[in-house]
């Protein structure tokens, strides 16, 4: 979950909330875009630099007891830095996981992003169903047109009915959805 917050954009975006809010078009009617993200302390970039200057500590280190006669603390520490560099591997590919809501009046688009998926899905505004998460680990559900996505997985639980009640009223408000009736 990303912890970076939009200025109020309209009567529809929250000034509080722990996802960042934004309009995509230059009249400033159009569309809005929720970005989820993954709460994640250090980007792929700064990741790796942490790992190169472990490697030239651990290696010298290793290195100095190589030269007094502990020949296999270099081998050790070689396997260790391939461990921590797969396991930093696995982090970094995921650091940019995401969920993005874009609602551009008359169509509600969702994309998850999971490490190299990408998922998407089309949903018209005028038909959405929001879904209030039912218990504490559920997620928001969206649903028409016979199609179901779930959103909400970067957020903490108590988040999540904020946001559910945060794409109600951008539906009700926005001016081409604003005749949806299945809004719950």
Request: aromatic fraction near 6%; glycine fraction near 10%; charged fraction near 20%.
């Amino acid at each position: 979950m990303s912890a970076s917050i939009a200025p109020p954009l309209g009567p529809w975006a929250g000034a509080s909330a722990p996802w960042r809010v934004g309009r995509l078009d230059a009249d400033g009617r159009g569309a809005v875009q929720w970005v989820l993200r993954r709460n994640c302390s250090m980007t792929p970039c700064q990741l790796l630099a942490v790992y190169l200057s472990l490697c030239a500590v651990s290696i010298a280190i290793a290195t100095m007891f190589w030269l007094h006669g502990a020949t296999v603390v270099l081998a050790f520490a070689g396997a260790e830095l391939l461990a921590v560099g797969i396991a930093l591997l696995c982090y970094a590919r995921h650091a940019g996981d995401r969920e993005t809501i874009t609602l551009d009046g008359h169509r509600l688009s969702v994309e998850h992003v999971c490490g190299s998926r990408v998922e998407r899905q089309e949903f018209g505004a005028a038909w959405l169903r929001v879904g209030a998460p039912k218990g504490h680990g559920s997620l928001v559900e969206l649903s028409a047109e016979g199609r179901t996505a779930r959103v909400g997985r970067y957020l903490r639980p108590e988040w999540r009915p904020a946001l559910a009640h945060e794409l109600r009223r951008t539906l009700v408000a926005m001016p081409v959805a604003g005749a949806a009736g299945d809004v719950q």
